[in-house]
């Protein structure tokens, strides 16, 4: 399926996109506009810092007012607006999954942290005083070894794994709910697996057997980590991309329905109410309105 949004690197946010880069620390103050779409997607991940001001993010179709004393997280492939900002003090940290996992021998360690690829809770994190002072330490930290001309990339590795444990520390200490470990990366494999077939509406017995384990169990994990069925999730993932081409694109709701492998549009169209409360057609009249570039 062919992407109707422009998807940056790194370099893109440095104004520089044919450097290849896995690591960038940026601060709000004297920061050069970087020259991209409004609204788009990232190959990588990044932290937004506020320190002071208030931005208003949105992330396929969910709109947050980042307040100060906040961390707000973006993951490779969700829809990302910056839809307005009042003086701000802080910054961002972008970096890739090659970088985190450099020397690592699975995703593991990365699926472990609930805060990253973030798509069933709240991905701006409001923190406590001492809790964000910690945090803006080690940022301090990170930022002084990045700015060395000798700088290594291990040790800014080493101190990117130390901020993400902190913020995962303060996460768990607030917690209402707990899950394993285990669940939560069984969770992030099925959305890896996710994106890579939502187009074919494939039921949940493909996806446990992908993963070796019954559908059952499969359920149990979902169901641990978001409060949701597998199918209510597979379901989600259609009816996202849905919304996407309702909004980026001219196809026509019975081509948005075959795309995503519902070849009976009425049914399709009546799964998308049940899913948002609107009518297809509804929906892209309003989204395109509000989204699409004039």
């Not at 920061?31 to 949105?58: C, N």
């Not at 805060?115 to 990170?142: E, H, M, S």
Request: glycine fraction near 4%; charge should be neutral.
């Amino acid at each position: 399926m062919k992407d109707l949004l422009s998807t940056y690197s790194i370099g893109h946010f440095v104004n520089e996109p044919a450097r290849r880069t896995d690591f960038e620390i940026l601060y709000f103050e004297g920061l050069e506009e970087p020259d991209v779409d409004e609204i788009h997607k990232h190959a990588f991940y990044e932290i937004i810092w506020t320190e002071k001001g208030m931005s208003r993010q949105t992330i396929d179709y969910k709109e947050y007012e980042v307040r100060p004393g906040s961390l707000f997280f973006i993951s490779p492939n969700q829809v990302h607006r910056f839809e307005e900002w009042k003086p701000l003090a802080g910054g961002s940290i972008l970096f890739t999954e090659e970088l985190f996992l450099l020397g690592l021998y699975n995703k593991d360690k990365l699926f472990e942290l609930s805060f990253l690829d973030n798509f069933y809770t709240n991905p701006c994190l409001q923190l406590g005083r001492k809790d964000f002072a910690d945090v803006k330490k080690t940022i301090d930290i990170i930022s002084g070894e990045y700015k060395r001309k000798d700088r290594s990339v291990a040790i800014v590795q080493s101190l990117l794994h130390v901020l993400l444990a902190q913020v995962q520390r303060c996460i768990d200490n607030n917690e209402d709910r707990e899950y394993s470990k285990k669940y939560l990366v069984l969770y992030k494999r099925l959305r890896e697996l996710l994106e890579e077939n939502f187009s074919r509406n494939e039921p949940v017995s493909f996806y446990a057997e992908r993963l070796n384990i019954t559908q059952h169990h499969l359920n149990l994990v979902v169901k641990s980590v978001t409060g949701k069925t597998a199918g209510q999730v597979i379901r989600e993932r259609s009816m996202l991309e849905a919304k996407r081409l309702l909004t980026f694109s001219d196809y026509t709701v019975t081509e948005i329905a075959s795309e995503l492998g519902y070849f009976d549009s009425s049914y399709f169209s009546k799964l998308f109410r049940q899913e948002t409360g609107q009518a297809a057609n509804a929906f892209k009249k309003k989204m395109s309105e509000k989204y699409r570039i004039k």
